[in-house]
């Protein structure tokens, strides 16, 4: 069971997952398995690319790569014997320290709200400052500090407001001129100060420009995250049911096609529960239509105390709901089928009720190349057979039994089991 758990999450993994789940004949129910994967591959699929591509592991990695090109950049002056090598432990031992200090602030749950957005600014101040000061010892390397610096600042004026990245920007250029000053100052060199009095005039040129430019990227990339904000709130809706707060009818058979693809493909075990509440006629007449939903949705939450995370819920229509166990053989999902009709059972339901609130439940395993019509309607079978045994029970019906050959070479009938 370990390894059937296994490969279950490496292959569900990325993929859309059905947390928490109305009436029609099952020839209609699954013939919308292909627009609901169509549905799934298009618009979700979309949503999920777009949220990989701006994930957190992805963020935390870029100031990291940053800071190896800058040090790449660095060593490949001190071996054209430009700079000396104690400005490469200088550069080595700035970037790790700063970098462990960052790692630490986070790890430590300081900064649980500032992950993403608020520690740009710090990131874009300590590798400014770390590019001035290497210019300041090395005067050579204002050929890399601009261009590392319009890097650097592109990371932060992501999240960055205007004013702050101005202030940022008129820092950097304050701290440059200073450096010029130091230079000219201890260096007395004409030429080399006509050199970065150049340079400066281009770096105070183009750097708030750049600035400026770079505000509507930022927009856009603020509006990218609206839309995929918006994408996933709205897939969120849609395969929920608005009752009862589990999946819908849609999302429901959806997990239940994907998880029999993969029982196919991996012949782990798959099983299926119809659970139906007992005398619901009588619940509606009782306490009316309200009443009724409410006593759907009061069971939903029930069973889904129940249920594991991995396992699927979904009302499939009306009173009846569906439960998909993904990875379990029968006696396990026999068991959960059980806890769900004991809590409903011991449930203190609140109304004008003259009766308790039962459910009639059939469970069923998978058998690998049946049809989903197929599996489905054993477990629907096992339901009615609840039913007719008078109700508030669990129904199984052996799946071996449907189609082991007899000695005579005939098919056995289905055995069913009552728990």
């Known amino acids: ?39 799934r591959s298009s618009d979700l699929q979309a949503a999920r690319l777009l949220e990989r591509r701006l994930g957190r592991p992805y963020k935390r990695l870029v100031p990291a790569l940053l800071c190896g090109l800058y040090l790449l950049c660095i060593l490949v002056f001190y071996a054209l014997g430009m700079i000396a090598a104690s400005t490469v432990f200088v550069v080595g031992g700035l970037i790790t320290g700063t970098m462990a200090l960052f790692a630490g602030y986070v790890r430590a749950g300081r900064a649980a709200r500032l992950r993403d957005r608020q520690l740009r600014l710090p990131t874009v101040v300590a590798a400014a400052g770390t590019l001035l000061l290497v210019f300041y010892l090395e005067p050579v390397t204002q050929i890399a500090l601009a261009p590392f610096l319009f890097v650097a600042m592109a990371y932060g004026l992501l999240t960055l407001s205007r004013h702050a990245a101005l202030a940022v920007c008129s820092g950097i250029l304050a701290s440059y001129g200073l450096v010029v000053a130091l230079h000219h100052i201890q260096l007395g060199n004409a030429a080399l100060l006509q050199l970065e009095v150049l340079h400066f005039v281009a770096l105070a040129l183009a750097l708030p420009a750049y600035v400026l430019l770079m505000g509507r990227v930022r927009l856009l990339h ?128 609140e109304g004008k009720l003259r009766g308790r609130v039962t459910v009639s439940i059939g469970v069923t395993q998978y058998v690998l190349g049946e049809s989903v019509l197929e599996f489905f309607s054993r477990a629907d079978t096992a339901m009615y057979l609840a039913k007719q045994g008078g109700r508030n029970q669990v129904v199984v019906q052996e799946p071996v039994g449907a189609f082991a050959p007899t000695e005579a070479g005939e098919p056995q009938a289905p055995a069913h089991g009552y728990f």
């Not at 569900?12 to 169509?38: D, K, L, V, W, Y």
């Not at 996933?232 to 429901?252: K, P, Q, Y």
């Not at 029930?302 to 166990?325: H, K, N, S």
């Open 1 to 39: 069971m370990g390894l059937a758990k296994l490969w279950v999450t490496l292959r569900t993994r990325g993929r859309e997952r059905f947390s928490n789940t109305e009436a029609f004949s099952p020839s209609e129910a699954f013939s919308e398995f292909g627009e609901s994967a169509q549905f």
């Open 222 to 349: 603020r509006l990218l995250q609206k839309t995929s904000n918006e994408m996933r709130s709205i897939a969120e809706i849609a395969r929920r049911d608005a009752l009862a707060g589990c999946l819908n009818r849609r999302s429901i058979l959806a997990a239940l096609e994907e998880q029999k693809q993969l029982a196919d493909e991996s012949g782990i075990p798959l099983c299926l529960a119809v659970v139906d509440l007992d005398h619901f006629k009588r619940i509606n007449d009782e306490l009316g239509h309200l009443g009724g939903d409410e006593v759907l949705r009061t069971f939903a939450q029930l069973a889904q105390q129940v249920v594991r995370t991995d396992d699927f819920f979904g009302r499939y229509g009306g009173e009846e709901f569906l439960l998909v166990f993904p990875a379990t053989p029968l006696l396990p999902a026999l068991n959960s089928c059980e806890r769900i009709r004991s809590q409903v059972e011991s449930h203190a339901w």
